[in-house]
């Protein structure tokens, strides 16, 4: 159902993600286009609960396109959990006379978000913005790309060293639950092997491997591992593996620098794009949503869907790396 919004209010929460700072941008001059007022709403949830707002006019968002982290900075707010942190927070907004919110984050974004708008009748939207690309409706989330491009570049040079010493170098690349970012830095990286929570893979048959590939001439080896997977921890594959085959094995851990940086073209286009369709979806009566580009197209889903269902691995990437690392 359509209703009328007279002043919106707009937070980054959980992990940031670059591209977020783009989003914002862009929220704030759909809103003023639209003639909303537009307040920026600092350290995420946490911030809302105390009233930490600024109002922002077209100018507040100049010059942070290309920038990374977020301008609004962001937490993790375990408040958001009880009744009495989310009262306080609807009592926040409403003292501000904000009647909509647009939030920028994952999965623990959006569930807030979702309670307090069924709490409330405040009309909350969310932008997917998370490193880890692990939401349902949008084939990519903001920060994604970056992320994967900055983890690639590190790679890159860990090769380097790789080669000169003949080592194996197990480099753990962030996702905790998921391994969107190790797959295609994998891919990209021309990994030998990817180890990412949603495939439980066999020590031993790494060991063989890798075997064969020393047998037919390699003399150092990638394997990207996402920081969630199921199979060991990072620094115990890197252990056995080594002792298992009796060479040097490395361990690099790339950890918060894939956060940061300049967003990528990519993640700024559709941090744009995102950010005018949520203002505008907000609008149009898609409250309780999360906006998304699903094959270049915009598409809302219900929050709840965001977390429930769960993007698909393409087993391709499986099937091409024993091919491309031969
Ligand atoms: O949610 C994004 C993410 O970067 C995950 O990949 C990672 O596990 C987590 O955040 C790290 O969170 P924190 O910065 O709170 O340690």
Redesign the pocket.
Known sequence: MKKQFKKIGVLTS??DAPGMNAGIRAIVRCAVFHGLEIVGIRRGYSGLINGEFQKFSRRSVANIIQRGGTILETS?CPEMHEGAGRAKAIEALKNEGIDGCVVIG?DGTFRAAEVLGNESDIGFIGVPG???NDLWGTDFTIGFNTAVNTALDAIDRIRDTASAFERIFFVEV???NSGFIALEVGMAGGAEQIIIPEVKIDLEELCQNLKDSFKRGKRSSIIVVA?GNHTEDTINIAKYVGLRLKVESRVCTLG?IQ?GGSPSSTDRILASNLGIAAVEGLINGKKGHAVGEVNSKIVYTPFKETWEKKKSIDDRYFKSIPILSL
């Open positions: 959980g992990g993790r994952g998370t490193i880890d962030m996702g905790r920081e918060h956060r």
